[in-house]
């Protein structure tokens, strides 16, 4: 990145917030309904970020890369009055259906006890005191999705008071857990998801079904140390007001950004499309602006970064600008969810072995994953030979919820598959693979729903090297960084900038890369906007 040190003109608004995905939307929303003048920079012809609607198919369209709805927080959605400004989510008839060999396992309301039964009576008798275990913690780190985290600044007792202050009331928080449920905070934050079950149930569908939590963006075993945390991150949702469901945005995932969008321009915010920044200027120590790749320059008092931690700071800003050891620990964050994300569109439902013809189970999350081992050997594969030869596969097929998304009688399925190489080993491609992975997930669904590979009509292909270049998720990872102990809470993304300010002045981030996380959430733009607000109140 070559030096700049020529005079930049006066800043020209207030807040300069580069990436217009969800976070970004979200804290330009509460920056402009502060009274700050506002523009957010986005280098593709369309808002959204990984949510969005695209066309991929004549008369077919689906949500490109996130696919559900769930984790929206539900401040959000008020205080962007995102209703008015048309979206609307619709609830999964049946949550998950989990297809098998040997039958089915169907999850939903007043259907999974009696499901697990017929697997194991013992396991079904333990599935209340389970969700209610899982639940109390859950509810605890809800409160805790809208907080910005205790951080460890340098310096002395003037700095490190509020911090302390803050460390106190989440310890509070986390204090009003009986032992049992802090024994199993404690479990879920160290263990793997599949010893968390283990412990718990005895038959593998029900592992599996909820073991897939686990493993959704998170490329590692589900008896990998860890990611028993990653399937509590999935149960944190609710949809209108119901905790624990999952459902669809009519019009896909787009809608959601585009009502945010629609709230941002009713404020006064300025979106401008086609703009991919390639520097952060920094002046003295402070961010100042950022240049655009077609040479553009936008000056701000603040600049606001909703792009993955990885990208910011290893890419857009000059070395120079940076703590030594903090510019080490960036370039070893950790990204790459083995993720391999599909569209097809479809000249009819899929009907599967175990559960032929139509029916609410295909409104579910449909998992081909039948076992935690199943799941296991699919990570073991991929970090042999690239990907998965058994892969994991989710299927949703939102045009059962949704029929504006295809024409009638035909239907688009999403397939979320895993697991797959960030980058393949040997030198090799995915320019050179993409197709071939494709028809394997293809054909992975139709072993378990004969006649699916002949019912698709066109398809949407992005391996993990095209969502990195299509919305700069570095290594396909969905989350913006592992979910992992190392890069949580007040160590997302490195410990001492764990509340959504930098080591630049002035330089922020509103991102999945910070507190709570991955997910449509839109709670990182929030949190970020307080910030930002409490900074400039402080002057």
Known sequence: MEQMTAPLPAPEQDILIIGGGHNGLVCAAYLAAAGLSVTVLEARDLVGGAAVTEEFHPGFRNSVASYTVSLLNPKVINDLELARHGLRV?????????????????????????????????????????????????????????????????????????????????????????????????????????????????????????????????????????????????????????????????????????????????????????????????????????????????????????????????????????????????????NGSGTFRMNVALSQLPSFTCLPGDGDHLTAGIIIAPTLQYMEEAYFDARRTGWSKDPIVEMLIPSTLDDSLAPAGQHVASLFCQHVEPELPDGRSWDDHREEVADLMIETVDKWAPGFKASVLGRQIHSPLDLERKFGLIGGDIFHGALSLDQLFSARPVLGHGDYRTPIKALYQCGSGTHPGGGVTGAPGHNAAREILRDLRRG
């Open 90 to 334: 619709v609830e999964r008839r049946i949550g998950n259906f989990l297809p098998l060999e040997d039958g089915y396992l169907l999850a939903g309301d007043g259907l999974t006890k009696a499901e697990t039964a017929k697997f194991s009576q013992r396991d079904a008798d333990r599935l209340d005191e389970f969700n209610n275990r899982l639940e109390a913690i859950a509810d605890v780190l809800r409160d805790l999705v809208l907080e910005t985290p205790p951080n460890l600044p340098e310096g002395g007792l003037f700095r490190a008071l509020p911090e302390m202050l803050r460390a106190l009331d989440v310890g509070g928080k986390l204090n009003t857990l009986d032992l049992t449920a802090k024994r199993d905070l404690l479990d879920l934050f160290s263990k793997s998801a599949g010893d968390w079950l283990d412990g718990w149930f005895e038959s593998a569908p029900i592992k599996a079904l909820l073991g897939f939590d686990g493993v959704v963006g998170n490329y590692a075993s589900p008896y990998t140390p860890g990611s028993a945390y990653v399937l509590l991150h999935h149960v944190f949702g609710e949809v209108n007001g119901k905790k624990g469901a999952w459902g669809h945005a009519i019009g896909g995932m787009g809608a959601i950004t585009q009502a945010m969008a629609r709230c941002c321009e009713e404020r006064g915010v300025n979106i401008v499309t086609g703009a991919k920044v390639e520097e952060v200027l920094v002046r003295n120590g402070f961010a100042a602006g950022a240049r655009t790749a077609d040479g553009q320059v936008f000056t701000a008092r603040h600049v606001v970064s909703n792009l993955n931690p990885s990208l910011l700071f290893n890419q857009l800003i000059a070395a120079r600008e940076l703590p030594e050891d903090f510019r080490d620990r960036m370039q070893r964050y950790r």
